[in-house]
């Protein structure tokens, strides 16, 4: 029953996750530029305005901040990149089984190659339905399930009449199975979240840092500190955007397996 009423449950569209996400982070980094600007009015020291010890905590934190920009940024780029490319691997290895079943009697070959178009059709389901329908997800992945069970027997079929092109078929059949393993595993590695709390805190504290200054040498909010907002919020966004590739503007491409699944027609 819970899963039931979880996978029946409305998925946001990616362009609301976008935009929450983005809306969610400029809020809490304007929010600190003016807690901070409130703590530093409250001192009422503008000599502490310029005190060199606050300009190298200010830059301490921003270096802190890139660092841990540049390690995640990177880390979802890697990440981003391996998903797109298993996706190239698993189109070859079915493109690659479908060609071989001209090896084989005519009664297996077409078994083979109506359970490798229908695999690539739900593989296709399965992308557009990911991040955004829940229940079409599941209802996917157990076809996808079904599928590569059938698609096993039929090539052990054809193996075991023809075994001297046995290996021709089963590799790279267990190939398109490994490869949905690896997909599989590989949308589950995200950035940890305890990494992207810090980075977030370490954001604001950097911006607060800014709103104190402000506070203590009585100026108001500026394009430059505005500037700033929005270069960090757009960094951030982009590489969690890039972690969630399903749930996001930046999408996998599924352009691969839309061409093979043509070239199959033909």
């Not at 010890?53 to 940024?73: E, W």
């Not at 996706?87 to 078994?111: K, N, Q, W």
């Not at 979240?193 to 977030?200: E, R, Y």
């Amino acid at each position: 029953m819970a899963w039931a009423l979880s996978s029946s449950m409305p998925v946001l569209p990616v362009e609301a996750i976008a935009a929450l996400i983005a809306v969610g982070i400029v809020s809490a980094l304007f929010a600190a530029v003016f807690v901070g600007r409130w703590l530093g009015a409250r001192r009422q020291r503008v000599e502490e305005a310029d005190d060199p010890h606050i300009g190298v905590v200010q830059g301490a934190i921003l270096a802190l901040l890139g660092l841990l920009l540049g390690f995640s940024f990177s880390g979802a780029s890697e990440r981003f990149v391996q998903r797109q490319d298993i996706i190239v691997r698993e189109t070859s290895a079915i493109g690659t089984a479908y060609m071989r079943c001209d090896l084989f009697a005519p009664i297996h070959s077409a078994a083979i190659r109506q359970v490798l178009q229908e695999y690539v059709d739900a593989r296709i389901d399965l992308f557009e339905a990911s991040g955004r329908e829940a229940l079409a997800t599941s209802e996917a992945k157990r076809r996808i399930d079904d599928l590569q069970d059938r698609l096993w027997r039929a090539a052990a079929d054809a193996a075991r009449e023809t075994p001297q092109f046995a290996a021709l078929i089963v590799t790279p059949v267990t190939e398109v199975i490994d490869a949905y393993e690896l997909r599989t595993a590989a949308t589950r590695r995200h950035i940890p979240m305890l990494v992207m709390a810090i980075m977030i805190a370490c954001a604001m504290a950097s911006l607060g840092s800014v709103g104190y200054v402000m506070g203590l040498s009585k100026r108001s909010l500026r394009g430059p500190v505005v500037l700033l907002i929005v270069l960090i919020t757009a960094a951030l966004w982009v590489t969690i955007d890039l972690d969630f590739a399903r749930h996001g503007l930046i999408q996998i491409d599924a352009r691969p397996l839309l061409e093979l699944r043509e070239s199959m027609k033909n």
